[in-house]
């Protein structure tokens, strides 16, 4: 089984930037994918970012791209999400995600809100 554990997000201004850091644990060998998803109030979660546990290739959710970042931690098993020029419809609960062969692993979820 793998252990996800967020961490970061918090409270930023309109513009601002956050960074959300995910460390993986348990049987990590196999992680093919990490992703950052995040959920609003009364919507359906939604696929923010992806990276490739191998290549590190990533992809962007339309609504992020060029403000957001993905990447592997220096730290092995490791994902970060950079934020910048950050908006109120940025503001949800963000999640971290790995697949493991079929298998998925969750995070607990950490608020990012968006406020002035």
């Known amino acids: 089984q793998v252990q996800l554990v967020e961490s970061g997000g918090g409270l930023a201004q309109p513009g601002g930037s956050l960074e959300l850091s995910c460390a993986a644990s348990?049987?990590?060998?196999?992680?093919?994918?990490f992703d950052w998803y995040r959920q609003a109030p009364g919507k359906q979660r939604e696929l923010v970012a992806t990276v490739g546990n191998i290549l590190g290739r990533t992809t962007y959710a339309d609504s992020v791209k060029g403000r957001f970042t993905i990447s592997r931690g220096t730290i092995k098993n490791t994902v970060r999400l950079e934020m910048n020029s950050l908006k109120p419809e940025d503001m949800a609960v963000y999640y971290c995600?790995?697949?493991?062969?079929?298998?998925?692993?969750w995070g607990q979820g950490t608020q990012v809100t968006v406020s002035s």
């Open positions: 348990g049987s990590t060998s196999r992680i093919t994918v």
């Open positions: 995600h790995a697949l493991i062969g079929n298998t998925h692993a």
